[in-house]
């Protein structure tokens, strides 16, 4: 078994775990502190109207959202403009695109959700742009955010938006190119998956899984530069 099958098989039994009604979704910014309310406006909650499991996304064009692929189920509802999600606005339906190969590897780990009623743009609900393939190694100093657990290992979902500053290292050293691996003493955990890994105002990664190390956790985002193609064909087909 290779590195990558490993990571990947503790990513899934991470997920069946977190299959639980009530529970969520597989892995709040631990070590975060509270983001300025609706100063990330690209940020969407994204939650199952059957088992209430919540995950994050962004908005990526008036009619999509971006998030992990392990975040599927067939009654996702998603929310714009959300700062506190004690108080949710009208949830938007959609239809999912989960990444054909998502079940073989972790750098696969995306998805698209179209809503079936496009987001009106204002000062609360805004794009962030997608990475290009030349600009996807150039930052260091990122921001991951979300609605996740608080605490490792025990879901702690934070009803306001958390944040965290990253400096990404090691980026040579991941399981595979489209993986970004970080290890840092805190991060995202239960809850946070799908968000967005943002640096210089741009999206180049989403949650994905996180390992536990002896000196904190490995967070694996998945690398969106290495999927623009896939995402093209998916928004071209899928016009407004
Ligand atoms: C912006 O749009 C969101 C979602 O459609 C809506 O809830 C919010 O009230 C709007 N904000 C403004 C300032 O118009
Ligand atoms: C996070 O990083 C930004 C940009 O580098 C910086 O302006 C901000 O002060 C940092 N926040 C914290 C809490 O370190």
Redesign the pocket.
């Known amino acids: 078994m290779t590195t990558m099958n490993i990571c990947w098989f503790i990513t899934i039994l991470l997920l069946l775990h977190s299959c639980n009604p009530g529970d969520g979704m597989d892995h709040g910014i631990v070590g975060g502190?509270v983001s300025v309310p609706h100063s990330r406006p690209y940020m969407v909650y994204i939650q199952d109207s059957r088992s209430k499991a919540a995950c994050d996304g962004f908005l990526v064009r008036e009619d999509f959202v971006m998030t992990a692929a392990h975040c599927k189920k067939s009654t996702l509802k998603v929310y714009l403009g959300v700062s506190d999600t004690t108080l949710l606005p009208h949830g938007i339906e959609v239809d999912s695109f989960p990444h054909p190969g998502f079940e073989n590897k972790p750098g696969n780990d995306i998805m698209l959700l179209k809503l079936k009623t496009p987001a009106t743009l204002n000062k609360t609900v805004t794009i962030i742009d997608l990475p290009n393939p030349w600009n996807d190694k150039m930052f260091k100093?990122c921001?991951v955010m979300g609605w996740g657990s608080m605490v490792y290992k025990h879901y702690s979902p934070s009803t306001v938006l958390r944040e965290?500053?990253v400096t990404l290292k090691n980026l040579a050293h991941c399981f595979e190119p489209d993986v970004i691996c970080n290890e840092d003493p805190f991060g995202p955990a239960q809850g946070d998956s799908g968000g967005p890994l943002v640096c210089k105002d741009i999206v180049m990664g989403i949650v994905s899984f996180n390992l536990e190390k002896t000196e904190g956790y490995l967070t694996g985002y998945t690398r969106i530069s290495q999927h623009l193609l896939w995402i093209n064909e998916i928004m071209k087909k899928n016009n407004i």
Do not use: A, R, T, V
């Open positions: 502190h100093d921001l965290l500053n």
